[in-house]
């Protein structure tokens, strides 16, 4: 079964470097979001991306992060200057379609540790 | 601000016995409803969804749904050991919200032997 590829598994950054999650969304899929989970917390959206730009992002979705198609396969999650609150695990998800019976899939996220 | 309420548990049962996990929304519009099951350190890994009024059964797992009181439920009937999770009611909106998922807190849910 096509399942959501995330790279990398764990990422460990000084605080203020730059940090950037790949993922690799299911190949028919035409939405894309991102969200993330601070530990002992809900999961939160950040950003969805449809049709090669920003459909919607939340308010935690602000100038230090970035999303970006690059080609036809990876979507990437961009942090630039990351702080110490950044620290979760970062889910990318994707969807075929936006009808009522359409589910997102989730990748098995990236473990972000900003020290 | 939507949000969807889940009761955190931990819901303790025996082996053999039914968990019944409930969620509320607080958004009228909202127009799909989603179970995911999450292990500790894991990613949400999705059980089934309703979209309709009523029920839906998919093997062991029943999803209800009724919108009028903004209410979804999830029974895992012959509950198992290996059931012991996190479990995520997640709703999505209606309108132009491009399919966002807003998740609930999530229960833990303990089955023991």
């Known amino acids: 079964e096509p399942e959501v590829t995330q790279t990398p598994s764990h990422q460990v950054t000084q605080m203020g470097q730059e940090v950037i999650l790949r993922c690799v969304p299911i190949s028919n899929h035409l939405y894309f979001y991102w969200y993330r989970q601070i530990l002992g917390q809900k999961v939160e959206f950040l950003v969805s991306?449809?049709?090669?730009?920003?459909?919607?992002k939340s308010e935690i979705f602000d100038d230090q992060f970035s999303v970006e198609r690059p080609d036809g396969s990876n979507f990437t999650l961009k942090i630039r200057s990351t702080k110490l609150e950044d620290s979760a695990m970062y889910f990318c998800?994707?969807?075929?379609?936006?009808?009522?019976?359409?589910?997102?899939?989730f990748g098995d996220g990236t473990r972000l540790s900003i020290l | 601000q939507k949000e969807v309420e889940q009761n955190s548990g931990p819901l303790s049962v025996p082996e053999g016995a039914i968990a019944s996990l409930n969620c509320t929304y607080s958004d009228r519009g909202s127009q799909s409803f989603f179970w995911y099951r999450q292990y500790s350190g894991k990613s949400p890994e999705l059980i089934m969804f309703i979209y309709s009024n009523g029920d839906k059964e998919d093997g062991r797992f029943t999803a209800q749904l009724n919108k009028a009181s903004q209410y979804v439920s999830l029974l895992i009937r012959d509950s198992q050991p290996s059931d012991s999770a996190t479990y995520l009611c997640?709703?999505?909106?209606?309108?132009?919200?491009?399919?966002?998922?807003?998740f609930g807190q999530g229960t833990i849910l303990t089955v023991h032997p």
């Open positions: 997640a709703v999505r909106g209606g309108g132009t919200s491009y399919g966002k998922l807003t």
């Open positions: 998800a994707s969807m075929r379609g936006t009808y009522s019976n359409q589910p997102q899939h």
């Open positions: 991306f449809y049709n090669n730009e920003i459909s919607e």
